[in-house]
């Protein structure tokens, strides 16, 4: 989560900016003048993020393309151009305001079903508060025979209403994490 949102803040800065690319990269992810220096070369470079602590791992590459800004800038906006690899199974638009077919795709592994089922305050293999893992022990029958419907059904509610939330209410929408011992808020670092 925190790597999707460094990287959507980097292009917003930079897209609406007159300031150098390499001087927002120094700014915000201690890039250095020689790392700076590679990237105007046309190498890449990658950095870890560092948050303070051993919960979260965020990594940050950087890469000078040779296209004008405003044609990289049409890409981005366009959310299904980031299906280029294997590890990314969908990529859909949500229409404004979210509908439910807009997760007509979403569809969970056994592996997904069972971190689920495994769900609870302060050890979750998914990024759920306090309420959504309540929520989940609560409304899912692991011994029901629809029980995988059912945990899909309640994914796509929980993902379609963080949506709609951050649509309205943009970062203040962001929840407050459970999945961890100690819970923690994606904007705190």
Known sequence: MKAVLLWSILIAAYAGAQEDPGAV???CCAITAKDVTLLNRGQAIGR????????????????????????YIDWYRHVENYKFSSMVKEAVQF??????EDLAR????????????????GKCGFKLSNEEIA?????????????????????????????ALYMKQGDAALPTYNDKPEARNVLVT
């Open 135 to 163: 929520r989940s022990r609560a409304e899912l029958d692991w011994k029901a025979p629809s029980v995988s419907a059912k945990a899909e059904a309640l994914a796509k509610s929980i993902l379609l209403q963080h949506v």
């Open 25 to 27: 990269l120094e700014k």
């Open 48 to 71: 870890l993020i560092d948050f303070g602590d051993d919960t979260d791992l965020a990594i940050m590459g950087a890469v000078r393309l040779t296209v004008p800004k405003e044609a």
């Open 95 to 100: 229409h404004v305001p979210p509908q439910p």
């Open 106 to 121: 979403l569809a969970l592994d056994m592996n997904q079903f069972k971190l689920l089922k495994d769900c609870m305050p």
